[in-house]
């Protein structure tokens, strides 16, 4: 998979972002592939990952401090986990230029916008943001150019948002290959609880289930695992902190589809003890029609066993 | 990935494979790529299936009636659902040769033990197998060669068993790229509970929530399934039939493994509800050890998302 070639110039004079891990790494090379920024400033809080960013070359500027980041940049992206949005908003708020786009990337939009909104300043568009896309992996060097082609990034523009401000982040998304969609913070915190937290939780408490057994030995759970498991265990390698942070800021979404998911769970125990093949066999085919379209409108290929590399 | 070479000669007089689906039909390719047979037999109850193996070119000879099929058979090997085993083997019981060893691939080995104990006669070697491998696809052109290569297959002898039989079976196996390991039906049908039952009960589960919400559309679901939903589609599109059979004849241990789960699960989302962030973040990181050790065991890709083929 390609970007498209560079463009002729710039779409933004300077973008900053924050938080150099799978998704702001991402950017970065996105943005320096297309030409899309006139200045392109990195910033992260550990020592670290600054350094790393250095050596990858992934900015024309990784600047030491929140300020010097932000400093005179047109578009600032918080690439941070959801639970540290506040914090940073803090620390760079003092230091945004008037007319600045600040907009992030987490995973939860209502607890973000609030955090922005407490601690912003006037004059300054607030146009939170989530890319749905990544990987298992994490830090400076998982990210990579094309991760967002082709998948889709929602913003979640609070009431009376600049509409030039939405429509400028919209095409810088746009030209990172993603396509773009608009909701309300609210709706997508309950749509992202269905495809993606709810998910992600489920994996996480089947692993740990998994290795909890007495009767069944954590090497034999390893050993058998091609049986379906193994699936699992990729999104339940995810990064801890940000996870953490999702649920925490999505409370009540995830805690709604949770009750949704364990009654139908329920039920489906229910038909197994009560031989009930039938049930069983509808809801199976039922759900064989939803892979399908996942795969025909090109959000997922049709190799079977998602293409893994054997061997 | 490629099988080894053809050996010189073949390790089976006349294999006969009953039931030409997605394993059936990977044991046949195999067992061809590699040379195991001096006469490699199929039967399929479907006459489509019979005229597409014989396309296919499968085997030497596509049977027209299980008799045909298991007539003169060193080795059986009964590919069909679980819950059709029981008539597969009154089928074939009066045409069976004495001192065949008659054995199968389904998921669930308690269940077939019984079934065919209580039809094959006296004189046939009932050693019960299930190869830990397979695809989200069905049929006979869902087969491949190299699908059990590296995979492991679990024989489960009953008690008594005649060691030589044994060793032939699993030399079988062996040929077609397996690691094969034994044990009892009974734990067997636990490890397989928890590595492939439950998995599959789940992803089946939140595949079916996700699509009766009425507040998130199904075109939602699936536009946005990129942040972890799609991974389970992939086992909620497995064979309806076959899956049914497995959670009908492992009803104990399913249930068993479920109450765990489900328990596990609610003290997760009380940790929520009550925003023990620790609590979450242990379990997140134990997690990641689990994948961890299956990639090194050689289980699994390490490649960021399977190594999804992107565009």
Same mark, same amino acid.
């Given at each position: /998979?390609?970007?498209?070639?560079?463009?002729? @110039?710039? #779409?933004?004079?300077?973008?900053?972002?924050?938080?150099?891990?799978?998704?702001?790494?991402?950017?970065?090379?996105?943005?320096?592939?297309?030409?899309?920024?006139?200045?392109?400033?990195?910033?992260?809080?550990?020592?670290?990952?600054?350094?790393?960013?250095?050596?990858?070359?992934?900015?024309?500027?990784?600047?030491?401090?929140?300020?010097?980041?932000?400093?005179?940049?047109? #578009?600032?992206?918080?690439?941070? $986990?959801?639970?540290?949005? @506040?914090?940073?908003?803090?620390?760079?708020?003092?230091?945004?230029?008037?007319?600045?786009?600040? =907009?992030?990337?987490? @995973?939860?939009?209502?607890?973000?916008?609030?955090?922005?909104?407490?601690?912003?300043?006037?004059?300054?568009? #607030?146009?939170?943001?989530?890319?749905?896309?990544?990987?298992?992996? &994490?830090?400076?060097?998982?990210?990579?150019?094309?991760?967002?082609?082709?998948? +889709? @990034?929602?913003?979640? $523009?609070?009431?009376?948002?600049?509409?030039?401000?939405?429509?400028?982040? =919209?095409?810088? +998304?746009?030209?990172?290959?993603?396509?773009?969609?608009? /909701?309300?913070?609210?709706?997508?915190?309950?749509?992202?609880?269905?495809? &993606?937290?709810?998910?992600?939780?489920?994996?996480?408490?089947?692993?740990?289930?998994?290795?909890?057994?007495?009767?069944?030995?954590? &090497?034999?759970?390893?050993?058998?695992?091609?049986?379906?498991?193994?699936?699992?265990?990729?999104?339940?390698?995810?990064?801890?902190? /940000? +996870?953490?942070?999702?649920?925490?800021?999505?409370?009540?979404?995830?805690?709604?589809?949770?009750?949704?998911?364990?009654?139908?769970?329920?039920?489906?125990?229910?038909?197994?003890?009560?031989?009930?093949?039938?049930?069983?066999?509808?809801?199976?085919?039922?759900?064989?029609?939803?892979?399908? &379209?996942? #795969?025909?409108?090109?959000?997922?290929?049709?190799?079977?066993?998602?293409?893994?590399?054997?061997?």
């Amino acid at each position: /998979m390609v970007l498209d070639p560079p463009l002729a @110039s710039p #779409i933004v004079g300077r973008l900053a972002v924050i938080g150099v891990g799978l998704i702001g790494s991402s950017i970065l090379r996105a943005a320096k592939a297309r030409g899309l920024a006139g200045t392109l400033v990195a910033y992260d809080g550990a020592d670290a990952v600054r350094q790393r960013a250095r050596a990858l070359g992934l900015a024309d500027l990784v600047a030491d401090t929140p300020e010097q980041a932000v400093a005179d940049a047109d #578009i600032v992206i918080l690439c941070v $986990p959801v639970g540290a949005m @506040s914090a940073v908003a803090q620390e760079i708020a003092p230091h945004l230029k008037r007319g600045a786009i600040v =907009s992030d990337v987490g @995973s939860v939009k209502g607890a973000v916008l609030n955090a922005l909104r407490a601690h912003l300043p006037e004059g300054v568009h #607030i146009i939170p943001g989530h890319p749905v896309a990544g990987t298992e992996y &994490s830090g400076p060097d998982a990210g990579f150019a094309t991760l967002f082609k082709n998948r +889709w @990034s929602i913003l979640t $523009p609070p009431e009376g948002a600049d509409p030039a401000a939405v429509a400028r982040l =919209s095409e810088l +998304w746009t030209a990172m290959g993603a396509n773009v969609e608009t /909701m309300t913070p609210e709706h997508h915190d309950l749509v992202l609880a269905i495809t &993606s937290h709810v998910p992600h939780l489920i994996a996480y408490n089947i692993v740990g289930t998994a290795a909890d057994l007495e009767k069944v030995t954590q &090497s034999e759970v390893i050993k058998y695992s091609a049986g379906g498991f193994r699936d699992f265990t990729r999104i339940a390698a995810s990064d801890p902190t /940000m +996870w953490r942070d999702v649920f925490l800021n999505n409370r009540e979404a995830v805690i709604e589809v949770l009750g949704r998911f364990t009654e139908d769970l329920i039920a489906l125990q229910r038909a197994i003890r009560w031989e009930q093949g039938e049930a069983l066999f509808d809801l199976f085919t039922r759900t064989r029609a939803i892979r399908r &379209s996942i #795969i025909e409108i090109g959000q997922e290929t049709a190799a079977p066993d998602f293409g893994r590399e054997r061997d």
